[in-house]
């Protein structure tokens, strides 16, 4: 049997949140068999879980937010994208986050950090088969027309696959690739993917920050260019790690499905916004996908069974 994963351990960590920058500390624990991701938020007088679901999302500007039962007025945790992302590139179905205020914290403004978090805590095998949500016929949301035409898709495929482009009229990305195709079941997310970090223009923070957004970010936890140049001293990660953390979002995003997908994800300039969409769209059409389970590993799709050593 393809069986469900959990965490071995405990594990914490501190940071700030790049938008609101508060400190907050996350403590990351094991859960049964079929919890799915649930953020618990521990500030507030009386705990409030937050189920990690695409109807739970009620904003998607710069970063996704989730609020119980998709209420805008209710509590909300920010910018769970990236440790959603770390958490389906490990395969980890269920987790307890245990968070301090309304935002994930940035920390070095990629996935990795998390993904070392996941890993030093170990990784169970539960006694619990692993659902897959296959995608059976193409799904695709669209926005804008023209020069701002952005989309994105999911196609049947049996393994999980995406491929995103960009189009940013800037220099420093210009020289960058601005299309990747990545395949989850290469076991290479932590090594092609994690390490993508987030990004911003200085043009934008002046506005960002007068909306009380980026009050956290500095080039310590993201890219930062001018109109001409990267600005961090250390340049790229990856050649092109502008478009791999579009992907990193993506993975995230799709998380938020509630299952691993067996699908091939295609997106062209698209964000948290139209990930959600897309999202939405294959659960609130049921002829659109089935969910399946392997009782025997052998069947299912290669590398899908070995995203992560469990130990």
């Given at each position: 049997m393809l069986a469900q994963r959990t965490l071995k351990s405990i594990t914490r960590a501190v940071g700030v949140g790049v938008h609101g920058g508060q400190r907050v500390e996350l403590t990351l624990r094991?859960?049964?068999?079929?919890?799915?991701?649930?953020?618990?938020?521990?500030?507030?007088?009386?705990?409030?879980?937050?189920?990690?679901?695409?109807?739970?999302?009620?904003?998607?500007?710069?970063?996704?937010?989730?609020?119980?039962?998709?209420?805008?007025?209710?509590?909300?945790?920010?910018?769970?994208?990236?440790?959603?992302?770390?958490?389906?590139?490990?395969?980890?179905?269920?987790?307890?986050?245990?968070?301090?205020?309304?935002?994930?914290?940035?920390?070095?403004?990629?996935?990795?950090?998390?993904?070392?978090?996941?890993?030093?805590?170990?990784?169970?095998?539960?006694?619990a088969p692993k659902r897959f949500l296959r995608v059976v016929k193409p799904i695709e949301v669209r926005e804008g027309e023209?020069?701002?035409?952005?989309?994105?898709?999911?196609?049947?495929?049996?393994?999980?696959?995406?491929?995103?482009?960009?189009?940013?009229?800037?220099?420093?990305?210009?020289?960058?690739?601005?299309?990747?195709e990545f395949d989850m079941g290469s076991g290479l997310y932590k090594q092609q993917i994690a390490?993508?970090?987030?990004?911003?223009?200085?043009?934008?923070?002046?506005?960002?920050?007068?909306?009380?957004l980026?009050?956290?970010?500095?080039?310590?936890?993201?890219?930062?260019?001018?109109?001409?140049?990267?600005?961090?001293?250390?340049?790229f990660r990856y050649d092109d790690e502008i478009v791999k953390h579009k992907i990193l979002d993506a993975i995230g995003d799709l998380y938020l499905a509630g299952q691993p997908l067996l699908a091939a994800y295609s997106a062209f300039k698209s964000g948290h916004a139209l990930n959600n969409q897309l999202v939405r769209a294959v659960l609130d059409d049921p002829s659109a996908c089935e969910l399946v389970s392997f009782d025997d590993v052998s069947q299912a799709p290669t590398g899908l069974a070995d995203l992560a050593p469990a130990w």
């Open positions: 094991p859960a049964p068999p079929d919890t799915g991701v649930i953020f618990r938020r521990t500030d507030l007088p009386k705990p409030v879980d937050i189920h990690a679901r695409a109807h739970a999302v009620t904003d998607t500007r710069l970063a996704t937010t989730l609020s119980p039962t998709g209420d805008p007025g209710g509590p909300k945790v920010k910018t769970v994208e990236h440790l959603l992302s770390a958490c389906s590139g490990l395969g980890l179905d269920n987790l307890i986050v245990d968070i301090t205020a309304e935002e994930v914290p940035i920390l070095d403004g990629s996935a990795a950090s998390f993904v070392f978090l996941l890993q030093s805590a170990g990784i169970q095998l539960q006694a023209g020069v701002s035409l952005k989309w994105a898709r999911l196609d049947p495929f049996e393994g999980y696959k995406l491929s995103f482009e960009i189009e940013f009229d800037h220099p420093a990305v210009n020289q960058t690739g601005q299309r990747v390490r993508a970090r987030t990004f911003g223009f200085t043009k934008d923070v002046e506005m960002m920050r007068s909306r009380g980026a009050l956290g970010g500095s080039m310590d936890n993201a890219i930062v260019m001018d109109d001409y140049k990267v600005l961090n001293s250390g340049g």
